[in-house]
């Protein structure tokens, strides 16, 4: 200016981000029934003022819903978390996270069917403005298919059938342990001398003596995206056709 120079000036404008926004499931895979615990992350770490008015809803897949009892917990500052159970929605409004921090919620969550359950909420909005959705997928595994078969299907008076059990896990990611199955025979048919009994899966304890009509399985494992059978001779002095239906298989995966 006239008076000479007054040197420059100069100002610092921070501009914050959103929060960061995340999702997880715990334990990952699960089981049908089994309960998860979903957490949501709310991170402001990058940031210099608070985010204030947190808002976000979570539409559960089907095929997930909120468990009972929901467990629903928050460290976030206030707010209001809904998650009431048997339901498939789960909300928060209202909340605040302070700058440069982070804070969690909860929820347990529990499958009714089996899969990939692709779990994507909506946007998180809050006072530093719009954040992208978090998603999660849940795996959760079926337990193993069982089924049954005499070996040939027919046979004359006193000969022997092979009765084979076969324990299906093929579409299960996770081994399935401590199987468990029993299975009374009808009283036409009894265990063969010998009994020939043998089983391919892991371990277990097989039990089928000879003349008697109990057969039995615990504690085996199959492997993961596997199948292994268990099996008995059987014998019979009947003619007729005999039906022969086993209790369930239980296992580490569910019945």
Known sequence: SSLGSS????????????PLFSKSFAPNPSIIGGVVTLTFVIDNSASTASANDLDFTDTLPAGLQVADPANAMN??????????PGSGTITYASGSVSSSSTCTLSVDVTATAA?????????????????????ATLRVNPPPTFAKAFQPPEILLGDVATLVFEINNSTSTAA????DFTDTLPAEIVIADPANAATDCEGGILT??????????????????STCTVSVDVTSDVLGMHLNTSSELTSSLGT
């Open 115 to 135: 899969g990939d359950l692709v779990n994507t909420t909506g946007e998180l909005t809050s006072s530093l403005g719009t954040s992208d959705p978090a998603e």
């Open 75 to 84: 460290d976030c500052s206030g707010g209001t978390l809904s998650a009431t």
């Open 208 to 225: 089928a003596d000879a003349g008697t009509d109990l057969i039995a399985y615990t504690g085996g494992i199959v492997d993961e995206k």
């Open 176 to 179: 399935a342990a401590d199987l």
């Open 7 to 18: 040197g420059t000036a100069s100002a610092k404008l921070t501009v914050n981000p959103p």
